[in-house]
């Protein structure tokens, strides 16, 4: 593909007409949450904890942003809500329930849990003060790039089971592990969230007897067979997530039903690009828990294949193989169980796409150059242009062309760096800045030729002013570039995937709306993201 972007007279600016949707929902947002706020706002909590707007809200109740002046700082705080109607049997379970969760995320001291400020009861209800995290959690990650790369699964993993390892410790187990309970934060924590159905090792659990509480998938063998469970069960939770990490899927899919059958009785799928990590992973993940390494040998695992290196033989160390001892599985009675199952809030966090939230920071680091070709699959590429098309290697990039559509994806270096894989995270955040500003200052002039596509003379076309877009890698902006018209003609998408800056361009004849063909090419450029994280 041949580009000129040649300097001339600045195109009109359109920002009055691009920014009044935004502007619109933002005002809409405002009004529909002013009648929750007014709900609940008034005098200080406990006469010191100012309440400043919802965070999100669970089965259990809602999380508030609020202020605490005598520190001067924000928290996240947790409150119960009661339903109607309950017998004061149900309502002192419930609050036990609360304070329970205090007592134990309080007891373990650890960078990798969440921490609690304080605890209080008022209007009859039980409130939690928590810090406030920012970031988002594993679950939403995954969800947003795709599999994540071996070697930082690996480092998560020996982060939280740090974490597990200080619980267990205290004799408290977590039993809720899964992705969505890891909170990746802007800091560069990993830290494990909602401690609200640990309980200490041998203390009877609160709920009614026979009611299972957990997460099906993320549930151990032992577990949903009827056992207390231990350190091992919250191992194989673990394990779970890791997979799912690494996989983009979880250990077993299905019905609710089918994934509690399915890990009473079946193995997981053998991981497929786990690298190092699928043999110890697949350990950790072994029905009987006898046979799952120890806490010492999986953490000295996980942090030997984070730093490089590949696994040792103690990682397979547990009880010697035998016999797997009998068991009776009743499924039907376990299903009925994790349905009716009470799910705790998890969300006392500032998710990305708040208001003040910085992205979070676990990005791939790609030490070595790496094929560019391999970003999108043969079905993306089918995808996104309408049609298969072969890819075509170039310096530092990868073109994937047909009649009417293409995508172009390179990788960027400033004049300092000769290779585009040679640039550090400082080099790479001054290059996406420099980047950027080359087109603050608004619309501008210029002439587009894509041979491959179908654009074989120059036209001229007017590049738009960056447009930000949001949770794709690290940073990333989107540039439309129009007819004079306001007729689409391709959509450039630059965006920072830890150390590596790209550019993906895409083009698609048919679509002549600006922000149709923006979509798709964000759209692309989420995949082609995706792909790279498991290249580094």
């Not at 046979?291 to 696994?311: F, K, M, N, Q, V």
């Not at 587009?448 to 596509?453: D, G, S, T």
Request: hydrophobic share 45%.
């Amino acid at each position: 593909m041949t580009r000129e972007v040649m300097p001339g007279r600045r195109g009109r600016p359109r920002l009055a007409r691009r920014t009044g949707p935004a502007i619109r929902r933002a005002i809409d947002h405002a009004f529909a949450i002013l009648p929750v706020m007014a709900e609940s706002l008034g005098e200080p909590l406990a006469s010191r904890y100012h309440l400043l707007r919802p965070l999100g809200s669970g089965g259990m109740g809602r999380v508030w942003l609020a202020r605490d002046p005598v520190l001067d700082r924000e928290v996240a705080v947790k409150e119960l809500r009661l339903p109607d109607g309950l017998g004061d049997r149900e309502r002192a379970e419930l609050v036990a329930r609360v304070m329970r969760e205090a007592e134990v995320t309080a007891r373990v001291r650890h960078p990798g849990i969440v921490a609690l400020h304080d605890v209080l009861v008022q209007d009859g209800r039980p409130w939690i003060v928590m810090e406030l995290l920012r970031g988002r959690d594993l679950a939403a990650q995954v969800a947003s790039y795709g599999p994540l790369p071996y070697r930082q699964v690996a480092d998560l993993g020996a982060r939280l089971l740090d974490a597990l390892s200080a619980a267990h410790a205290q004799g408290v187990q977590h039993r809720d592990v899964k992705p969505g309970n890891v909170f990746l934060s802007a800091d560069g924590r990993v830290v494990l969230t909602d401690f609200g159905i640990a309980r200490p090792a041998g203390q009877a659990s609160i709920t009614e007897a026979g009611l299972l509480v957990g997460s099906p998938g993320f549930i151990a063998p032992e577990r949903l067979a009827g056992d207390r469970g231990g350190p091992a069960a919250d191992l194989w939770s673990l394990a779970a997530t890791l997979y799912t990490a690494v996989e983009g899927v979880p250990p077993h899919q299905g019905t609710q039903a089918e994934v509690i059958a399915a890990t009473l009785t079946r193995d997981p799928r053998p991981p497929v690009l786990a690298g190092p990590l699928g043999p110890v992973l697949t350990r950790m993940l072994a029905r009987d828990p006898a046979h799952r390494p120890d806490t010492g040998a999986a953490l000295a695992t996980l942090r030997r294949i984070a730093d490089g290196g590949t696994p040792g033989p103690e990682a397979g160390a547990g009880a010697p193989a035998g016999p797997v001892r009998r068991r009776r599985w009743w499924i039907a009675a376990v299903a009925l169980a994790v349905a009716a199952a009470a799910v705790p809030l998890t969300a006392y966090a500032l998710r990305d796409g708040e208001p003040g939230t910085p992205p979070p920071r676990v990005s791939p680091v790609f030490t070595r150059a790496v094929d560019l070709c391999r970003a999108l699959s043969g079905a993306q590429v089918r995808r996104f242009l309408g049609a298969p098309a072969d890819p075509h290697p170039e310096k530092a990039g990868c073109q994937w062309a047909v009649t009417g559509a293409g995508v172009e994806l390179g990788a960027e270096t400033d004049s300092d760096t000769p290779e585009p894989w040679a640039l550090d995270l400082a080099s790479a955040r001054t290059l996406m800045q420099g980047l950027r500003r080359q087109y603050a200052s608004g619309p501008r002039d210029g002439d587009l030729i894509w041979y491959e596509v179908g654009l074989n003379q120059k036209t001229q076309v007017i590049e738009s002013a960056a447009r930000d877009v949001p949770g794709l890698a690290d940073e990333a902006f989107a540039v439309d570039v129009t007819t004079p018209e306001g007729t689409a003609k391709a959509a450039w998408v630059y965006f920072r995937l830890g150390d590596l800056v790209a550019v993906l361009r895409y083009a698609h004849l048919d679509v002549t709306s600006p922000a149709g063909l923006r979509d798709e090419a964000v759209a692309t450029a989420r995949s082609a993201a995706g792909g790279l994280s498991g290249l580094a």
